[in-house]
């Protein structure tokens, strides 16, 4: 059997052909599988990357014919896993206040999504806590008085010139009242809509202290009742003036003494922890220092909001959705 030169030729192109097609197919089986593989792996566990996957899912589409029963399962997975990250994502950013962020995502899931149940109590869910938010921001700017009931512990206290913080006489509560007008109110502090606001406060402050105690190889009572006017700069550091009237003591003082206490506070929403120092003096013989731990709870009031506002609040919700 012979071959003619140019039938032999072609044979052998054909061969060629068929071999580089074989290669190729072998090639595109090979990478099908391993799109499988890495997308598996992906979404086998939840805060998988989006983008990742969808480059992985589109490679995976263009060889989808290599076997379209195992794409269309992937496919079917593919788009369950994308949508549950996005819900995920959503609330993830409703813990950590970036509700911005959240209503836009949420607003595309909606179009999307439009009869989806999921999506609507998301969308419920959502919105009420950024209405939540925005109106405890709103409310919090508006705040012009406040009523501060407190509870302290104090030292009996000691002669200023025998102060010293690690020799504590005896420790006894105090119970004080604070009626304050606000000003200078600014944001102090912001993460995604969660804000903090600081402020200036003057007002009046009554104390109630009744104790006794050791002090210097004595046993020391005091008791007393104190007004005073009180200035607090951007809720941290305050000064307090006024005049204790004594209602007994073993003090060598009948009927009352200056009172000038400084506190440094750290407020906490609706409480705060202060540090206090006291003195109370007579100018002359008398120069007593106490010292204490202060709680308060803080009522803020004059920052009723009106049917306008809440109307913004909605209008800025809106507003945001369609970004």
């Keep these: 059997m012979h071959f003619r030169p140019k039938s032999l030729f072609f044979y052998l192109v054909i061969v060629l052909l068929s071999s580089t097609a074989w290669s190729q197919d072998s090639l595109k ?23 990742h996957l969808t480059v992985i899912h589109r490679q995976l589409n263009e060889s989808a014919d290599v076997n379209p029963s195992a794409f269309n399962s992937m496919d079917k997975r593919y788009d369950q896993y994308v949508f549950n990250e996005r819900i995920l ?9 970036e509700l911005e962020r959240a209503l836009v995502s949420l607003a595309i899931l909606e179009q999307e999504f439009p009869d989806n149940k999921q999506v609507k109590d998301l969308g419920v869910g959502t919105k009420l806590i950024t209405t939540e938010r925005l109106i405890k921001n709103l409310k919090e700017s508006k705040t012009s008085f406040t009523i501060e009931p407190s509870l302290s512990v104090f030292t009996i206290g000691k ?22 007008k606000v000003f200078n109110v600014h944001e102090s502090y ?12 003057i007002g009046l402050k009554f104390d109630y202290f009744n104790g006794s105690g050791q002090s210097i190889n004595e046993e020391v009572t005091l008791g007393y009742i104190n007004p005073q006017v009180s200035f607090i ?7 307090d003036v006024g005049y204790a009237l004594i209602q007994k003591t073993t003090l060598p003082v009948e009927k009352g ?10 407020p ?10 006291r003195v109370l003096t007579d100018f002359s013989d008398v ?24 109307d913004g609040i909605q209008k800025s919700i809106e507003t945001i959705s369609i970004k």
């Excluded at 599988?33 to 566990?45: C, E, F, L, T, V």
């Excluded at 700069?233 to 000064?239: D, E, F, K």
């Excluded at 003494?257 to 750290?266: D, G, H, Q, T, Y």
């Design 29 to 51: 089986i090979k990478q099908f599988n391993a799109n499988i593989i890495r997308m598996d792996k992906i979404m086998s566990k939840t805060g998988g990357s989006l983008e």
């Design 89 to 97: 994502y959503i609330g993830e950013m409703n813990k950590t206040h």
């Design 159 to 180: 002669p200023l010139e025998e102060f010293t913080f690690f020799q504590s006489p005896g420790v006894n509560l105090m119970y004080g009242l604070g009626l304050y």
């Design 190 to 201: 912001r993460r995604g809509f969660k804000k903090k606001f600081a402020y200036s406060q």
């Design 233 to 239: 700069a951007n809720r941290s550091l305050g000064l």
């Design 257 to 266: 003494l200056c009172s000038f206490n400084l506190n440094a506070e750290f």
């Design 268 to 277: 906490i929403d609706f409480l705060s922890l202060g540090l206090n120092a």
């Design 287 to 310: 120069n007593h220092i106490q010292y204490g731990l202060s709680l308060k709870y803080i009522f803020k009031l004059g920052n009723q909001l009106n049917q306008a506002d809440l």
